[in-house]
């Protein structure tokens, strides 16, 4: 089973940047898909970025194109999260999650259907 741990939220202002790290143990990641979550108070939990470590396939919402970027380092085991230009409305915690993907052929996007779970790291923009 996969233990997922995120880190490197923060606080940041308008047009910064952060990476978050999420940190896998209990199982290397080969063959599972992860993605990033977020959730912003009052708000349902929305899919950021997806990558897959079967192909490298990587998929974004479109609130983030062009800012974000997925990567994953097969040998710490650990995916990240580059985000630059950041703005407000990216306020929220961030979640990474994990399927095993050997028998999916494209990226999931509901959160029902990521399996493993983080606890989430905080990101503040301030304006």
């Known amino acids: 089973e996969v233990q997922l741990v995120e880190s490197g939220g923060g606080l940041v202002q308008a047009g910064g940047s952060l990476r978050l790290s999420c940190a896998a143990s209990?199982?290397?990641?080969?063959?599972?898909?992860i993605g990033w979550f977020r959730q912003a108070p009052g708000k349902e939990r929305e899919r950021v970025s997806s990558i897959s470590s079967i192909d490298g396939s990587t998929d974004y919402a479109d609130s983030v194109k062009g800012r974000f970027t997925i990567s994953i380092d097969d040998a710490k085991n650990t995916v990240y999260l580059q985000m630059n230009s950041l703005k407000p409305e990216d306020t929220a915690v961030y979640y990474c999650?994990?399927?095993?993907?050997?028998?999916?052929?494209?990226?999931?996007?509901?959160?029902?259907?990521?399996?493993?779970w983080g606890q989430g790291t905080q990101v503040t923009v301030s304006s």
């Open positions: 209990g199982s290397t990641l080969n063959n599972y898909a």
């Open positions: 999650a994990a399927y095993f993907a050997l028998s999916y052929y494209t990226l999931k996007v509901d959160a029902y259907e990521y399996d493993y």
